[in-house]
């Protein structure tokens, strides 16, 4: 399988989709006696505690999901403080309800099915208080665990063709996606849910970074093999999906042999038994990068200037208000499980959309302010816009009507003929050119693309509760979106749906 041949990712993304016949053609019932757990737990290794009590930043959310990125002419490194900031806003446990079943841990960042997927580590050189080594985050317990003693960075850094960012920051978190957390209730349309719970949680991490005055940046190219390896995941089960370098030392890591050692610690199994969706882990296979020969090629292709549609970098600099800090509006966010039927105003829609999309730092995504998902909205009730069919302008910041209406129905209909996007003020559908996207990039293209809808997203669910709005990823029926947005969204495919408005509080 090689990521130049796309049509692995065309037959995956084709075969996962949703329609109102694939819904009753093919039920699915969920084993809750074969529940995973949500937790990647090592047995045996001793916890280090992560400090709970860092100062806030002061920062302003909206400013944080609105940066585009952090320049730095000198060094920037974390303490364990920030460390610990970032992996608790990103992927840490903000809320636990008690069920009659039990417990349900909530996190920072939305997640299909709260099922949790992703794994964080951290691969650092020695710090001021950090020892270097390769560590997983436990939010559970909230502590890092060592897994490997030693600088590893110089094999992020062969793995990435030699990324300048990733050579030069003192600490990487590589997240990491286990199939079947997810699988036990989507099964194969979990690839899908990969990009998107990846990027909630990466939406969190650049607001938190970006707080923090650090340089980061999405890494999406590496040569996969050598990354699992390093993190000592079976890619059968468990594969690194994106990376984040944080901070900014001038020296390039020490050179990393990569010949290391298997280290096959113990973890508590997830469930009695998994059942395999081999479709997801082939998609997998066939968008893997082999050798830092191949990561290179595939860089120097997305660095092409050609065929992206939406390359146009926002001319909108808003000045943001209201002024909630970045760690107060995280703690406040959760998905809304209903929306009164009021209209939010124009203003607010329009900050939340500007906010989300100025742009990420991103190695798939050059020049800076490239962005490969359209964004269509279908507009219930927003005083100062006719109800309708729209699509947004990022250069310049407004939308165009495409067909005015009350589309209400339609919503409901489009967001898996469920409540909540019949219900909300506006729902925002991403739509991109899969075609052209995985042209410039191969079947890799299609990880990159539903990454940035998921950073998209997570960005627009805290520009809404940083206005004390409401907001709910949501999936869909794949070919009635682009119908419903058609001839303007023809030959697009339907990549994410988030809905916005005035949630009600429901539990
Ligand atoms: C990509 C994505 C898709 C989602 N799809 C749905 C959906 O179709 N229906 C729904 O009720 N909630 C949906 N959710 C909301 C999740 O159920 C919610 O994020 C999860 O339960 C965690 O709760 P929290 O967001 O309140 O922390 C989605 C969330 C995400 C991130």
Redesign the pocket.
Known sequence: MVNGDVRFALTFHDTTKHSAWSIQASPHYLDWQNQPLPFKIYTSIDPVPLPRDADPTGISALSAIAEKDIQTGGEKIPALKDLARILFFSAGI??KRTYPGGEMY??A??????LYAFELYLVCGDLADLKAGLYHFGPGDFSLRLLRQGDYRGMLAHATGGESRVAHAPVTIVCAGTYWRNSWKYRARTYR?FG??NG?MLANMLAMTSALRLPAEVVCGFVDPEVNQLLDVDPEHEVAFSMVPIGHVSPGPPKASLDIPKLGLPTVPLSNHEVDYPEMREMHEASSLRTVEEVLEWRARAKARDYIEETRAPNVVAGFSPRDTIEQVILR???S?QFERQPITLEQLLTMLRAATQGIPADFLTPHGTQLNGLYLIVNAVDGLRPGAYVYDREAGDLHLLKEGQFRNEARYL??Q?D?PGDAAADVFFLADLEAILARFGNRGYRAVQLES?II??KL?LAAYAQHLGA????FFDDDVVKFFSPHAGGKSAI??VALGKGRKVR
């Not at 960042?109 to 709260?114: E, L, P, Q, V, W």
């Open positions: 903000t809320k909530f996190r960042a939305s997640c299909t099915g709260a849910h998107w719970d909630t966010r959760g998905s499980r967001g898996l469920q909540l998921g997203g997570g669910y709910t990823g949501l999936t994410f749906l």
